[in-house]
């Protein structure tokens, strides 16, 4: 692999231990890792990227996502309800999909993230109609080139026993258990520089067993890969806790297994003040949706507290039936708006926000090899054009990445190779996936 110069960057943001920004600055990729960062940098035979005019950050990661639900996007039943009406209007809807549908939705989903500057996401599949796979959104995040953090996820309670998902939707425990075996032994990659991470998540306390919670947290501390779920996420979802478990869910994530290092929670709109000492405690990790929780009308996530109280935090984007974009960027500006909404203009500053939008996120999915711009760590890397409309006038060059744009990343690097270039996807044919995209959900549409 040649050697990548990114040149002359007005600002580089390290995300360092001092989090340093630095101007007038190169940046040297090599053999897919951050090889030296400074002014002056020199590097014959080098690909040379000009960033001139540009701000340079560690890539965003996305720590939540529903990859097939860009298939679902505004879908008008839904509009307006909340979660669990929401829910019961896409089931039927989701349940008739396939291997094909998985498969462009994870396309589309995953472009719409690099365009926005993500390198690295995680996805949360919990359904498996028709013969569809994990390994559906493997192989589009293998196609598209980023680096991924697929979670098998599962429901096992339909509503005739009680549970939301309508009973054509979940799976039997044993099967779902031997498949997590199968896609974790298959897929999954410890080493550093993993481009593929498998986790084992199942969907939500009101859709599997409190035995599958318990049993798929013993498996993933065997093969040693992290945990996944939605908790908390609105007054449905804690009175469903209160009223069936007799406790607050972090009280039942905690009596299941689900708290530590290697766990990280959806959501947590809901979390009151023992919760978040438990999740601090613990070294529990958050996926902080913001979009999705103001279309579902949950509420604003405590981030502030969680942040106060050391809690680690990453962002996600949420599927895009409840978002409905997959933009990160505008997702980091939203949680940063809101936490000021809830908390006052002081709460939460723009690069406090972009430290979550990257070395937080890789913070949470256990990847210290990723979120930051030093030698050593992958080369990750965003380079953000401030010479456009939405920047221009801007006196704080890395504040206006939240506070004014750009909401489209120009040059995106993963693991040192260029998925973006000039704001356009590289490794795949774009408008062909979004024509076949649209073609899926008019006929989903009936």
Known sequence: MRDILIANADVVVTMDAARRELRGADLLVRGGVVAAVGPGIAAPGAERIEARGCVVTPGLVNTHHHLYQSLTRAVPEGQDALLFGWLRVLYPIWARM?????????????????????????????????????DDTIEAAHEIGLRFHPTRGAMSIGESAGGLPPDALVEDEAAILADMVRVVDRYHDPREGAMVRVGLAPCSPFSVTRDLMREAAVLARDKGVRLHTHLAENDEDVA???????????????????????????????????????????????????????????????????????????????????????????????????????????????REMLEIATLGGAQVLGRGDCGSLVPGQRADVAIWDLRGIEAAGAWDPVAAL?????????????????????????TIDLPRVIERQNQLAKRLAG
């Open 98 to 134: 396939g291997p094909e549908e998985i498969r462009v939705s994870a396309l589309t989903g995953l472009a719409e993230l690099a365009l926005s500057g993500c390198t690295m996401t995680s996805d949360h599949l919990y359904l498996f109609p028709n013969g569809a796979r994990l």
């Open 240 to 350: 469903y806790s209160l009223s069936r478990f007799g406790c607050r869910p972090g009280q039942y994530a905690e009596d299941l297994g689900w708290t530590g290092e290697d766990v990280w929670h959806a959501h947590c709109v809901k979390l009151d003040g023992s919760e978040i000492d438990l999740f601090s405690r613990s070294l529990t990790g958050v996926a902080h949706c913001p979009c999705s929780n103001c279309r579902l009308g949950s509420g604003i996530a405590p981030v502030r507290a969680m942040r106060d109280a050391g809690v680690r935090v990453g962002l996600g984007v949420d599927g895009s039936a409840s978002n409905d974009r997959g933009n990160l960027v505008a997702e980091a500006r939203m949680a940063m708006l809101l936490q000021r909404v809830a908390n006052g203009a002081d709460a939460m500053g723009a």
């Open 402 to 426: 939240l506070l004014s744009g750009p909401a489209r990343v120009r040059d995106l690097l993963v693991e040192g190779r260029q998925v973006v270039r000039d704001g356009q996807i590289t």
